[in-house]
């Protein structure tokens, strides 16, 4: 009785081997079919809430900022011998470039930048380029209506401006620094993925330079700002 009831353990130990191998093949043919299954059936993931690419219409580049300020802006608004030029940025998404008259009684300095954005999560509404554009925009104006604590700059006039863009504003600052008095009045772009900023400075007074009308430096951030834009127009697009 004892080796017959031994025989019949062994028995089911064998059978109950048989079952875990044979079931172990069942799930593993089970997991791979599962895998065929999801392969054949699988559909795009569900897109990200935010863009992560330009879109269609968003430009890919920006100008040479030197070379957008023609010969007839420099020369109407930066009159004077020995005008210079230095390009302080310069790839296919960010350049920027300085023009400067030192020849008295002018003391004159235009800024030019123009600059494309990508999309970023973190921007406005969907991350867009143009929503981040849209921020960077709002962060100059914001930085010239009220400069760091430390800065010598006062806060700026704001005023908008229409027909240029899709946004734009002017903005206007005294400065007034040992004995020294600037003016200077900066217009800032938006279009779509694109900001423009244009300044004008001119030194109103001290050491012999000036002065210089605040039409004439608004009249000629304007104009350098408008020249940027046009040359913007022309770059290619998504």
Same mark, same amino acid.
Not at 85 to 100: I, M, Y
Not at 172 to 194: A, M, S
């Given at each position: 009785m004892?080796?017959?009831g031994r025989?019949?353990?062994t028995?089911?130990r064998?059978?109950r081997?048989?079952?875990?191998r044979?079931?172990? =093949?069942a ?5 791979i =079919?599962?895998?065929?299954v999801?392969?054949m059936?699988? !559909? ?11 879109? !269609?219409?968003e430009f890919t580049?920006v100008p ?5 300020v023609?010969t007839?802006?420099l020369?109407?608004f930066?009159?004077g011998s020995g005008r ?17 008259v ?9 800024q030019?930048q ?5 999309p970023?999560?973190a921007?406005?509404a ?5 929503g981040?554009?849209?921020d960077?925009y709002a962060l100059a104006q914001?930085?010239l209506?009220h400069p760091?604590?430390k800065?010598?700059?006062p ?5 908008k401006?229409t027909?240029m863009?899709q946004?734009a ?6 400065? !007034?620094?040992?004995?020294i ?6 217009v800032v ?5 694109v900001?423009i900023? =244009?300044s004008?400075s001119?030194?109103?007074s001290g050491?012999g330079?000036?002065p210089?009308p605040v039409?004439t430096?608004e009249a000629?951030?304007?104009?350098a700002a ?5 040359k913007v127009m ?5």
């Amino acid at each position: 009785m004892r080796r017959r009831g031994r025989a019949a353990a062994t028995r089911l130990r064998k059978s109950r081997r048989r079952v875990y191998r044979w079931g172990g =093949a069942a799930i593993a043919a089970c997991v791979i =079919a599962a895998g065929i299954v999801a392969i054949m059936t699988h !559909h795009n993931p569900k897109p990200l809430p935010y863009v992560t690419s330009l879109q !269609h219409g968003e430009f890919t580049s920006v100008p040479n900022a030197c070379t957008s300020v023609g010969t007839s802006v420099l020369n109407q608004f930066l009159p004077g011998s020995g005008r210079t030029t230095t390009n302080t940025q310069a790839s296919t998404t960010n350049s920027q470039c300085s023009f400067t008259v030192d020849s008295k009684p002018n003391f004159l300095v235009m800024q030019v930048q123009a600059e494309s954005f990508q999309p970023f999560a973190a921007a406005a509404a969907d991350g867009s380029a143009t929503g981040n554009a849209q921020d960077n925009y709002a962060l100059a104006q914001l930085g010239l209506a009220h400069p760091p604590k430390k800065s010598p700059l006062p806060r700026a006039q704001i005023s908008k401006l229409t027909g240029m863009g899709q946004q734009a504003f002017m903005a206007f600052q005294h400065e !007034h620094v040992v004995g020294i008095v600037t003016d200077i009045v900066t217009v800032v772009v938006r279009d779509r993925n694109v900001v423009i900023i =244009a300044s004008l400075s001119g030194q109103e007074s001290g050491h012999g330079f000036g002065p210089v009308p605040v039409a004439t430096l608004e009249a000629g951030a304007r104009a350098a700002a408008q020249a940027v834009l046009a040359k913007v127009m022309t770059e290619p697009t998504a």
